[in-house]
Nanobody
């Protein structure tokens, strides 16, 4: 399975921006879907955004209009651009990959912390 390494998290003030990166050890073209999840304090892990190998994207309602997921297949990297951050965006953000015809997400990164101060 591909190894995923996230980076780009940090502490930012409300209204600020961050770009998260997810570097894969192998080709992300072998995975049907790449996604970003997050888990805030006391919350369950939730899908933030995902993109398919064909370029389709979907977003959680809570981040629509503020976040953009993109992928650079040549660099085997997936990005999550987050703008107008809010304190409720504070969470550990995880990158994940789902193989073709898989019902579950197959590979996970170790996570990167995003903290938004008010």
């Amino acid at each position: 399975q591909v190894q995923l390494v996230e980076s780009g998290g940090g502490l930012v003030q409300a209204g600020g921006s961050l770009r998260l990166s997810c570097a894969a050890s192998g080709s992300i073209l072998t995975y049907y879907r790449m996604g970003w999840f997050r888990q805030g304090p006391g919350n369950e892990r939730e899908l933030v955004a995902a993109t398919t190998v064909g370029g389709d994207t979907n977003y959680a309602d809570s981040v629509k209009g503020r976040c953009t997921i993109s992928r650079d297949n040549a660099k085997n990297t997936v990005y999550l651009q987050m703008n107008n951050l809010k304190p409720e965006d504070t969470a550990i953000y995880y990158c994940a990959a789902k193989m073709f015809r898989s019902s579950t997400w197959n590979s996970w990164g170790q996570g990167t912390q995003v903290t938004v101060s008010s």
